[in-house]
C-alpha cells in the first residue's frame, strides 16, 4: 500500500464548476499537508499547505484535512480553463522529503 | 530573478551508460533536493544536499549519486543506467530545511533510457 493515494483521474469539468480533488494517506506522523500544481512540461508548484484538521482558503482554492480520517480535500471554486494542469498532494516526511500522491490530471472545458 | 534551472532539457542514453544532470537553485538557497517523476506518476524522492551532504535519501540504489558546490548548485550522476530510469528528474530548492520551507521546482530533465 503506498503510503498516500490519489484518483489519477483524468477529471473533465465545464468552466465554472467546483471541484474536488482527494488524497488519502496511512502515515498518522504526517503533520503537514501540501497541495502542489503541475503544468505540462513544468515542474511542480506549491498552491497551499495546511498543518492541522480544518479548512483553509485561498482565493478560489480551498484545502481541507480531516486527520481522522487520513483524507485531503482540495476544492476549486469557479473553476477556469487555466486551473487545467495536474494536481498532486504531497506530505513532507522527516525535514524536507515530500511523499507525493499520483497526481490528478484535470480539464476545465470552457 | 531566475528561477530554479535544470540542464540538459532532454537526454537520450543507453543501458549501462552513466548520465550527469546538473541544477541551479534560486537565488539565495542554499537546499536542494532532487526527484524522479515517471510518467504518469507522483514525484519520488531521491536525496537532499545542504553545505555540500547528502541530509536524506529516499529509497533509490546506490546507482544514485549527487554533489552540492560551494555555490549551491548540484548534480545528480546515474551509473549503470537501466531502462526503469526513464523519467523526468526534478530539482528543487528551498532557504532552510524545515518542512513549510517552499520548495521550488525546475522544469526537469527527461531522460530516455533506450
Known amino acids: 500500500q503506498k503510503e498516500v493515494e490519489q484518483d489519477p483521474g483524468p477529471l473533465s469539468v465545464p468552466e465554472g464548476a467546483i471541484v474536488s480533488l482527494n488524497c488519502t494517506y496511512s502515515?498518522?506522523?504526517?503533520?503537514?499537508f501540501m497541495w502542489y500544481r503541475q503544468y505540462s512540461r513544468k515542474g511542480p508548484e506549491l498552491l497551499m499547505y495546511?498543518?492541522?484538521?480544518g479548512n483553509k482558503e485561498d482565493g478560489r482554492f480551498t484545502a481541507q484535512v480531516d486527520k481522522s480520517s487520513k483524507y485531503i480535500s482540495l476544492f476549486i471554486r469557479d473553476s477556469q480553463p487555466s486551473d487545467s494542469a495536474t494536481y498532486l498532494c504531497a506530505m513532507p516526511q522527516g525535514a524536507q522529503k515530500l511523499v507525493f500522491g499520483q497526481g490528478t490530471r484535470l480539464t476545465i472545458n470552457p | 530573478d531566475a528561477g530554479v534551472t535544470q540542464s540538459p532539457t532532454h537526454l537520450i542514453k543507453t543501458r549501462g551508460q552513466q548520465v550527469t544532470l546538473r541544477c541551479s537553485p534560486k537565488s539565495g538557497h542554499d537546499t536542494v533536493s532532487w526527484y524522479q517523476q515517471a510518467l504518469g506518476q507522483g514525484p519520488q524522492f531521491i536525496f537532499q544536499y545542504y553545505e555540500e551532504e547528502e541530509r536524506q535519501r529516499g529509497n533509490f540504489p546506490d546507482r544514485f549519486s549527487g554533489h552540492q558546490f560551494p555555490n549551491y548548485s548540484s548534480e545528480l550522476n546515474v551509473n549503470a543506467l537501466l531502462l526503469g530510469d526513464s523519467a523526468l528528474y526534478l530539482c528543487?530548492?528551498?532557504?532552510?530545511?524545515?518542512?513549510?520551507?517552499?520548495?521550488?521546482f525546475g522544469p526537469g530533465t527527461r531522460l530516455t533510457v533506450l
Open positions: 502515515n498518522s506522523a504526517f503533520q503537514y
Open positions: 495546511t498543518y492541522s484538521s
Open positions: 528543487a530548492s528551498s532557504l532552510g530545511q524545515r518542512p513549510t520551507d517552499t520548495q521550488y
